[in-house]
């Protein structure tokens, strides 16, 4: 049985307590052997694989549920051909991100060091943002809900994983449009912000636009409001 004791340091530790038997030469019970196993480690690492699945479930809902989107569109609507093409091509777009989700897993298990393996380059992130806006459009068009994609705050690039990115920014899309009733909206816009002034009193944020340098090093806003 599993139970909750004290170590010398009188902190909590969880333990797996088992009981056997000690039997005499006559076969009589003599006692009891009592091992008490630390299971701390164990208890954690059932932790780690919960937040793990939570977390690939959570990745591959998103472009699983633009591909379902455009799907029941194209079923229910009589689309022209140019469009139905884009759908088409955005749908593809969405099964890629699902196998790159896959090949990361992958990467993972076959590196010896634990987490992602992260691929950074440049990135255009107003294209970034534009294109990750039109693969969640099926979704947000089946739920009745008005999708915006706002330009880039003065377009900027910046070195990163542009799967990861577009990983976070699809789930906070998903999660927004699913939140969202029928009939509302939801936008979503990136900016760049620099750490001095986003320090200074009320956190207020400034936009770093393209041309413009900071003192110090900036770093990304993403927002998603619905």
């Not at 099964?95 to 255009?124: P, T």
């Amino acid at each position: 049985f599993e139970a909750t004791i004290e170590n010398e340091k009188h902190e909590s530790m969880s333990v797996y307590v088992s009981l056997a038997p000690i039997q005499n030469s006559e076969g009589k019970l003599d006692g009891w052997v009592k091992v008490i196993r630390n299971i701390d480690k164990i208890k954690e690492l059932d932790k780690l694989k919960d937040s793990f699945f939570h977390a690939l479930a959570h990745d591959l809902r998103a472009p699983l549920s633009s591909i379902m989107g455009f799907t029941e569109i194209l079923s229910r609507e009589d689309i022209p051909p140019d469009k139905r093409k884009g759908y088409l091509r955005i749908m593809e777009n969405s099964a890629s991100d699902m196998n790159a989700i896959i090949d990361n897993l992958l990467d993972v298990y076959r590196s010896k060091n634990a987490g992602l393996v992260v691929r950074d380059h440049e990135v255009n992130m107003q294209e970034l943002v534009q294109s990750t806006v039109q693969e969640m459009d099926g979704m947000a068009r089946t739920k009745g809900v008005s999708l915006h994609g706002l330009e880039a705050h003065g377009a900027f690039t910046v070195r990163a994983d542009e799967d990861l990115i577009r990983r976070v920014l699809s789930n906070l899309l998903s999660n927004a449009i699913k939140n969202t009733p029928g009939g509302g909206s939801v936008r979503v816009w990136a900016r760049m912000v620099s750490k001095d002034e986003k320090s200074r009193a009320g956190g207020a944020a400034s936009i770093v636009r393209a041309g413009e340098t900071s003192a110090h090093p900036s770093s990304v806003e993403i927002s998603v409001e619905d």
